[in-house]
């Protein structure tokens, strides 16, 4: 059986990563999260997913002198906290703690000087007016 996808490539990426799950499923792809297989359905082939890899958690810190207007959002440099490796590939996301109308992006980056790159968002729709 033959499927045709519609893709974007990127020429260079610096990191392995999934762009889409679109042709996922189109192969009608099985992920078991336990085992680690990937079968697809269509053409009846199983696939081993990853390797095992030990995740650790640091804390970025951002100014908190950052201003955005109403619905506006920047990228913003944020300290790492800890002993985070240089160059480290790392999934930045936003904390719980953090205000209804702040919004942080999820972002695959690396570490550039104990620093990351963090999408922001102001979502209010309101200035927090100072009279």
Do not use: W
């Not at 009608?28 to 079968?39: F, I, Q, S, T, Y």
């Amino acid at each position: 059986m033959e499927v045709t996808l519609n893709l974007l490539v990127a020429n260079k990426l610096h990191v392995d990563a999934i762009l889409g799950v679109d042709a996922l499923g189109a192969f009608g792809a099985v992920m078991d999260v336990a085992e680690k297989p990937l079968a697809l359905k269509i053409t009846m082939e199983i696939l081993p997913l990853g390797v095992m890899i030990v995740h650790q958690s640091y804390m970025s810190k951002m100014a908190a002198s950052v201003r955005l207007p109403p619905r506006g959002q920047a990228l913003v440099m944020a300290n790492v906290a800890g002993d985070a490796p240089e160059k480290a590939t790392v999934l930045v996301e936003g904390s719980l703690g953090l205000p209804p109308t702040l919004c942080v992006a999820k972002t695959v980056c690396s570490v550039n000087n104990g620093q990351v790159v963090v999408e922001v968002c102001n979502a209010s729709t309101e200035e927090s007016g100072s009279g």
